[in-house]
């Protein structure tokens, strides 16, 4: 089991740049791919990037291509999502997931564990 821990959100203007953290406990991070998702207020909770177990491979929405980077810290738990440019539309709760196996998922009900979620406002 793993629990997972998000931070860094917090409000910028448009056009800024985030950094967001997911702390991962237990002693088996890198044998989960990981993912993050986000959900708008009355909306559903939808895939944003996942990243394998090694961080070798990547995905992401084409919302986010070229403007969001995923990456992984295996010697500390950790996944991070840069996110630059930010538009307003990017405002919403953001949650990190673990998923064993090396498949990169996309579906919420895929994963196996979630974060509590973290507040990312993009103000215009």
């Known amino acids: 089991q793993v629990q997972l821990v998000e931070s860094g959100g917090g409000l910028v203007q448009a056009g800024g740049s985030l950094r967001l953290s997911c702390a991962a406990s237990?002693?088996?991070?890198?044998?989960?791919?990981m993912g993050w998702f986000r959900q708008a207020p009355g909306k559903e909770r939808e895939f944003v990037t996942a990243?394998?177990?090694?961080?070798?491979?990547?995905y992401y929405a084409d919302s986010v291509k070229g403007r969001f980077t995923i990456s992984r810290d295996n010697a500390k738990n950790t996944v991070y999502l840069q996110m630059n440019s930010l538009k307003p539309e990017d405002t919403a709760v953001y949650y990190c997931?673990?998923?064993?196996?090396?498949?990169?998922?996309?579906?919420?009900?895929?994963?196996?564990?979630w974060g509590q979620g973290t507040q990312v406002t993009v103000s215009s």
């Open positions: 997931a673990a998923v064993v196996g090396i498949v990169l998922r996309t579906i919420s009900s895929q994963y196996d564990y």
């Open positions: 237990g002693r088996t991070f890198s044998s989960y791919a």
């Open positions: 990243i394998s177990r090694s961080g070798d491979n990547t």
